[in-house]
């Protein structure tokens, strides 16, 4: 009994692992490239496998962020846009897809810390497939250059909640309770506790503290908004291109498939007549075989029906004359 669920053990480990691994074997779509990296940065993956990266390194839709005390992580965003992960942040790329289209999306999930967005086209195209989503809050974007910022509970920084500050553009800060929008050189805030509405903020916290690369990166924003067309315009060419490749190379298989059947069906119909001459040429020698061992017969039959009176002949008695006439020259003429 104990081996028979030893077996049944192993046997549902091999089926999970079996069901798992499509999914493990997915590619992972790339979100950004490593422009800068300093200090303490982990990047972990889907199955919270942690690495170190590099510049030029590339990070991946759902993979996890995290900085130390000293930690700086800046990205090279896929739709043109630009991030810059501060120290003490705990963050995920939940969603991205940049293709260039309308079904383009741009998810993190900000759980601690802080960090910078210079958004892309997809903010620019497709602002509702923009999103900071915080424990208290989900942030969206018209076209900007903000930061949000999540204080946990028991922080001695401020007030645990969400905070976003908008340098250009626009965000909305939405809750189940309500919703602000938040404009340049101002702060919303949406608390952990309670339950009032979000609300903007009369001054800008100190907290959000700039970092030593601040004037670098507010100088993306211009540098973002001049090249997003172009890099959009120039994915979906690469797509576009890629596609025509794909779709090239689907009909070469397909070509090649059905040249391929077409001889198989040309090997069978072959080798379905030489089945067919075969068998004909079979039977026809059946036949003549036949038709020989019958004049053979028919030879036989009549050379046996030619020996038949000789052999009557042979078996006939012969006449006595003496028995038949009686003695020659008897008879009563003669007494």
């Known amino acids: 009994m104990r081996r028979l669920l030893l077996t049944l053990s192993l046997l549902l480990v091999c089926l999970g ?40 390194e590339v990070v991946h839709e759902g993979e996890g962020i995290v900085t130390g005390r000293d930690g700086e992580l800046h990205l090279d965003m896929e739709d043109g ?21 309308d079904q383009d999306k741009s998810v993190f999930s900000l759980l601690e810390g802080t960090f910078r967005s210079v958004t892309g086209w997809i903010g620019k195209f497709n602002p509702r497939g923009y999103q900071v989503r915080t424990p208290t809050a989900t942030i969206g974007v018209r076209g900007t250059d903000h930061e949000p910022l999540v204080i946990p509970q028991n922080s ?62 507010a100088a993306r924003h211009e540098a973002v908004r001049k090249a997003i067309e172009q890099r959009r315009d120039e994915r979906r060419k690469l797509l576009q291109d ?24 040309a090997q069978r119909r072959q080798q379905h007549e030489e089945r067919r001459k075969e068998w004909q040429e079979n039977r026809q020698k059946r036949l003549q075989e036949r038709d020989r061992q019958g004049g053979a017969e028919e030879r036989s039959r009549r050379i046996e029906e030619r020996r038949a ?27």
């Not at 890629?242 to 069906?265: G, M, N, V, Y």
């Open 81 to 101: 846009g630009f991030i810059a992960v501060r120290p003490n942040t705990r963050m995920s790329i939940a969603a991205y897809r940049a293709e260039g289209d």
């Open 242 to 265: 890629k596609k025509i490749q794909l779709d090239k190379q689907k009909a070469e298989r397909q070509k090649a498939i059905q040249e391929r059947r077409r001889d198989q069906d």
């Open 309 to 335: 009176p000789r052999s009557q002949e042979r078996e006939r008695p012969q006449r006595n004359p003496e028995r038949e006439h009686g003695p020659r020259g008897g008879g009563r003429g003669r007494d």
């Open 17 to 56: 692992a079996l069901a798992q691994a499509p999914q493990s074997a997915a590619t992972p779509k790339p979100a950004g490239k490593v422009e800068l990296v300093e200090g303490d940065v982990t990047v972990f993956d889907k199955a919270k496998k942690a690495r170190r990266v590099a510049v030029g």
């Open 156 to 217: 001695r920084e401020g007030e645990p909640g969400s905070y976003d500050k908008v340098n250009v553009g626009a965000t909305s800060l939405q809750t189940r309770h309500g919703s602000v929008e938040v404009r340049p050189n101002q702060a919303g805030f949406a608390p952990l506790r309670g339950q009032p509405r979000p609300r903007v903020l009369a001054q800008v916290p100190a907290f959000f503290k700039a970092t030593r690369h601040e004037a670098a990166i």
